[in-house]
């Protein structure tokens, strides 16, 4: 955490409580659910059609699929090679994202009064 949330701590809490956080966060979990989608490998669309977000509290959101056979495809089997769409997706897009969540509250807290 920068210096500039540790400075500014109450401020971010009311962002954190004022529901902006999620119209901070929103954007980004669409575009690394898009880009998780985009490298799962597909035979049938059935686990890249699977591929949702869920918010969960204010700031707090989970990509996940629902597809039986997710896991077997993240993962890998003993014939078939880990396709890694959810962990290779993220490991690329972490330090920006990091970076853009970085910038965004940070300004949502220079418009605070």
Known sequence: MSVTFTNN???????????KAAEIIEPIVAELTS?????TP??????R??????QHSNFGHTIYSDAEEA???EFGTEDTPA????????DKKAIAI??????????AMENIR
């Open 98 to 107: 990091a970076k853009q969540l970085e910038n965004d509250f940070k300004t």
């Open 83 to 90: 396709a890694g769409m959810f962990r290779k997706t993220f």
């Open 35 to 39: 880009d998780i989608k985009a490298a």
């Open 49 to 54: 059609d699977s591929i949702k977000s869920k």
């Open 9 to 19: 701590i109450g401020k971010f809490k009311s962002i954190l409580a004022s529901g």
């Open 42 to 47: 597909v035979l049938t669309g059935k686990t």
């Open 71 to 73: 896991p077997f495809i």
